[in-house]
């Protein structure tokens, strides 16, 4: 049996591999055909759609390449990721994706962390007049309740958290339920999945917090396959989790726990590229209900094939990069600075595949550059860096293929030592 479309995972630990070039999937699938993961094989977001100028087609049709070529046999997903409109919706499920990521952080109040008692009580009046609340006795629901999540583990709102919890995100907890009937109605008849996100929130995701918003998408009626919170410590992109190891476990367990009792669903980590110091941990407390995703790093596995084979060609690249920094690093969370990458022009390094591929800033750099070097970026020859790119993978296959099996296979194994 062959599955030539996407389908729904379910409740199984699920990887997803983010494929910037669409050359990708033969590599990706070798180290999923290893291990003990599903895969979400079509993975894109909107934003990295714009930034590369891909459609969900294109998208959709390399991993369907990819499938056929590979032989692959099992059941496979489609994440479009961060969805932000009705648009992104439509746009994405009349491609066959049938796993939806809703981004509501547009409608998160990230202030609500801090502001003072009268504006804290204002914020609550305004949902209860706009609507979002079905009258002023919503908080009877949670106010002073004692929530048994697992034995030995309870949580309770008082009027504080309970506030700064509905401030943060009731509305965005509403929107998630609009985007829900976006995703049914663009769904036509097709089996669909819906995961949550809010890592990229100005704060990590409190368990409380976690707690209120289960508890609201289920008073809506929205059932989720999976929630990203943002987590404690630091997941920038592209390199190893910053922060404290221990206590990064201990809020790990909870949030599980948390997706078990009030779904369950699966815990899912964004910028999972890398995060190798947590990944036998992280497959450990979430089992089965996890799910990982990851993109930039396959982009920079891309660039090791040209620095192997074509060395001037990613020098080209890496000058472009630094060149575009300062510009395309907004938004972005990252640790390089412009200064780290004036160092990198005013001192070129002799061994690029080192400084660039395997060390963090030069990995940083590279990778929030991504959308200018695969649109805008040409080399001295005039032909754009996409194509010469493109026509590089295309030459050196095995190699890529080898590179990414060795790479993600390793993201993979970790996850699965836990
Ligand atoms: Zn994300």
Known sequence: MSFSNPT???????????????????????????SSFAGIISQQSIREMARTQRTPDEV?????TAIEACKYDQPWGADADHLKTEEDVKYTADAGFCFFTIDPSEFVVNEADSVDEPALNEGVAAL????????????????????????????????????????????????????????????ADRPFEIEVSV???????????????????????VTVVSLAPRF??????????????????????KHVAIAKAMGPYKISVHSGSDKFSIYPAIGRICGDLLHVKTAGTSYLEALRVVTRTNPDLFKEIVAYSAGRFTTDKVSYHISVTDADVEGFVANPPS????????????????????????TMG????????????????????????????KHLGKHLSLLEQG
Request: contains cysteine; hydrophobic residues 40%.
């Open 378 to 405: 040409k080399a001295a020859s005039g032909q754009l860096f996409k194509e010469a790119i493109m026509e590089n993978l295309e030459a050196n296959a095995d190699l890529h293929a080898e590179v990414l099996e």
């Open 128 to 187: 209860v007049n706009g609507g979002v609340f079905d009258g002023p006795d919503w908080e009877e629901r949670y106010l002073g309740k004692e929530i048994e999540i697992n034995d030995g583990f309870a949580l309770t709102f008082d009027k504080e958290s309970l506030y700064r919890a509905a401030v943060k995100y009731a509305r965005a907890i509403a929107h998630c339920e609009e985007m829900s009937g976006y995703i049914a109605k663009h769904s």
């Open 60 to 64: 959709m049709n390399a991993a369907r």
């Open 199 to 221: 890592d990229e929130t100005d704060s990590p995701t409190s368990h409380l917090e976690h707690l209120f918003f289960a508890l609201e998408l289920k008073r809506r009626g």
């Open 351 to 374: 061994d690029y595949e080192k400084v660039f591929l395997d060390e963090d800033h030069g990995r940083q750099l590279l990778h929030v550059t991504f959308g200018s070097v695969l």
């Open 232 to 253: 404690i410590g630091e997941f920038e992109k592209g390199i190893d989790y910053k922060g404290d190891l221990e206590a990064f476990d201990a809020s790990l367990e």
């Open 8 to 34: 729904i995972l379910g409740l199984k630990k699920s990887f997803g591999f983010g494929d910037r070039l669409g050359l990708a999937g033969p590599g990706h699938i070798a180290a999923l055909k290893k």
